[in-house]
């Protein structure tokens, strides 16, 4: 059985830094992209950052200079280091991966991160 454990979440202040963390095991199929997307209360998901397995990563514009994707191919890992954090970056942090050949793909079960002003 696929497991995505999420690690990292938490309580931190505005202009601080948290690392996510994301391990993905029980799947013998390749790992395409993975990806981090959040959901804010009252609001829909949305995609944070995403990394191909080439190393080709994608931000959403409002975390550009301040996150940063990572993954380790070896291990099946994904992790978000998140710098600078805003009250606005609030949200449920889920990782999310799409497998080879096929595209299907997991979510994880979602990690809190809160900043406060």
């Known amino acids: 059985q696929v497991q995505l454990v999420e690690s990292g979440g938490g309580l931190v202040q505005a202009g601080g830094s948290l690392r996510l963390s994301c391990a993905v095991s029980?799947?013998?199929?390749?790992?395409?992209?993975m990806a981090w997307y959040r959901q804010a209360p009252g609001k829909k998901r949305e995609l944070v950052a995403n990394?191909?397995?080439?190393?080709?990563?994608t931000y959403a514009d409002s975390v550009k200079g301040r996150f940063t994707i990572s993954r380790d191919n070896a291990k099946n890992t994904v992790a978000l280091q998140m710098n600078s954090l805003k009250p606005e970056d609030t949200a449920v942090y889920y990782c999310?991966?799409?497998?080879?050949?096929?595209?299907?793909?997991?979510w994880g079960q979602g990690t809190q991160v809160t900043v406060s002003s």
């Open positions: 029980g799947t013998t199929m390749s790992i395409n992209t």
């Open positions: 990394i191909r397995s080439g190393g080709k990563t």
């Open positions: 999310y991966v799409v497998y080879e050949p096929y595209y299907n793909y997991d």
